[in-house]
């Protein structure tokens, strides 16, 4: 018999010793660190982009808007409670970036927040805003904030414009006008030799780079000597390339040379690279702009496209508009434009070869290019011009960053890298599409899948009234 009093004792024990066992297998078991702000992408392809090398099975750690480690996944310890991405047999690249881009205005302030959205959507996480007016520079604040989601934003100022600037004193004072309003650059537009001159005179003086067209009266090796730090679509490089004894009389260049181009001395192009290489400026192509245009597909069935139903319909008649009004210009003819395209193709690869450096942008929303979904018909030209996939991602996220002078900030997968992520299901430098293969994009740190994209792209569809 036992007694009471043992019995007692024998449960007591029995109770401490569970106690005990409970104990250390809790802490056997406890977390060594809980991290519910951190983001892992786990088992992942990385595209780094500072070289061309997959690095397979890594995973990537992400906290606050940084990237804090990238290393092979045996290598790298997962904090407990951090969110997981699975990133088995998917490709994590750095966001490009749409050099030559367009936010609306303030006039159109839905718009232009559902303009930042298609831009991310679609991977694009920083967007250099061609042409903008104060307010710009508000948005590109709340962005920074994060109050509002959008790609980074280097805003540009207003157009300088002959309008604007007739005269040397007007470019002069509209210079020191923006750079004091903090404008990221100035908008270069069609002024006189004399005001450009001003211009670029201050410009270099207040410490501001001036970018986009070169006048007609200013010409490509002005604009290389004036150090412009982008031309962009090419601008003025037909017209160089035309001899000056050419008989152009009573023919206009047109839209970016598309008038000269039976003029075009193919000899002078080697000139026009070393030029361009010498001077060390940049281009961004805007292929699509041009070819967009150019082509003979009927604008009709262009808007037709699937991403067009995120564009409101008065941009839509816009541009079917426009592309008809273009194909009756008077020296429009299919077999011109065909040239003017392979040339602007055999420009950028030859430019590309030697060295010179490119920019990715399409000129979004111009004509055709729908924010964001525009880099992805761009990048497959640049590709169809001659460069690899590989090639062609470096113009979109390294490169950007050597432009803006930041290579330590983004344009790589690299830790301390801003996390500005695209997650792709399939494999970019064997096929360019692949880049819509998208399973979600990161935005400054902020995980966006694929489902939470499409839901609000449907509400944009929704509000421009497409099907
Ligand atoms: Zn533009």
Redesign the pocket.
Same mark, same amino acid.
């Given at each position: 018999m036992i007694s009471l009093k043992d019995k007692i004792a024998l449960l007591i024990n029995i109770f401490l010793i569970a106690t005990v066992a409970c104990m250390i297998a809790a802490c056997a078991e406890a977390p060594a660190e809980e991290d519910p702000d951190i983001i892992a992408f786990l088992n992942v392809n990385v595209l780094p982009m500072d070289h061309d090398e997959i690095l397979e099975n890594h995973t990537v750690l992400v906290e606050g808007d940084r990237i804090i480690a990238v290393g092979p996944a045996d290598e790298i310890d997962v904090p407990d409670g951090a969110q997981q991405v699975d990133g088995q047999g998917r490709y994590l690249m750095p966001g490009l970036a749409e050099m *030559?881009g *367009?936010i609306p205005g303030s006039d159109r302030q839905e718009y232009a927040h559902n303009v930042l959205f298609l831009y991310i959507s679609n991977g694009v996480t920083l967007v250099r805003n061609?042409?903008g007016s104060p307010w710009h520079l508000e948005l590109r604040d709340q962005v920074d904030r994060g109050e509002v989601p959008g790609p980074i934003i280097f805003a540009a100022s207003p157009w300088m414009s002959p309008n604007q600037a007739p005269e040397p004193d007007d470019a002069e004072r509209l210079v020191r006008e923006y750079a004091e309003a903090g404008f990221d650059l100035l908008k270069m537009g069609s002024i006189s030799l004399e005001a450009y001159e001003r211009m670029a005179e201050t410009a270099h003086e207040v410490g501001i780079p001036f970018a986009g067209h070169i006048p007609a009266e200013v010409g490509l090796e002005r604009a290389l000597d004036a150090r412009q730090i982008s031309i @962009?679509h090419f601008d003025r490089y037909v017209e160089f390339l035309v001899p000056e004894d050419a008989d152009t009389e009573g023919r206009a260049p047109g839209f970016f040379g598309s008038g000269w181009i039976d003029f075009v001395d193919r000899a002078r192009l080697p000139l026009a690279v070393d030029m361009t290489i010498e001077a060390g400026i940049w281009n961004v192509p805007t292929l699509s702009l041009v070819e967009h245009l150019e082509t003979p597909e009927d604008p009709e069935e262009m808007i037709q496209w699937p991403e067009m139903r995120y564009m409101p319909q008065d941009i839509l008649d816009g541009w079917v508009n426009a592309k008809h009004n273009f194909q009756a210009r008077d020296y429009f003819q299919p077999e011109a434009a065909r040239e003017l395209v392979e040339l602007r193709h055999e420009l950028l690869r030859e430019l590309h070869e030697a060295g010179a450096p490119i920019a990715l942008g399409s @000129?979004a929303p111009?004509f055709f290019n729908v924010p964001g979904f525009s880099i992805h018909h761009e990048m497959r030209m640049m590709v169809d011009a001659g460069l690899s996939p590989y090639e062609v991602l470096v113009t979109g996220t390294r490169k950007p960053a050597e432009y803006f002078g930041t290579p330590d900030e983004f344009g790589t997968v690299q830790e301390n890298r801003r996390a500005d992520l695209i997650l792709l299901e399939a494999n970019p430098l064997i096929d360019i599409a692949n880049v819509q293969q998208r399973v979600g994009v990161m935005v400054r740190g902020e995980w966006m899948p694929e489902e939470e994209i499409q839901q609000r792209l449907e509400e944009i569809a929704g509000q421009t009234g497409g099907q």
């Open positions: *030559h *367009h061609m042409a @962009d @000129d111009q």
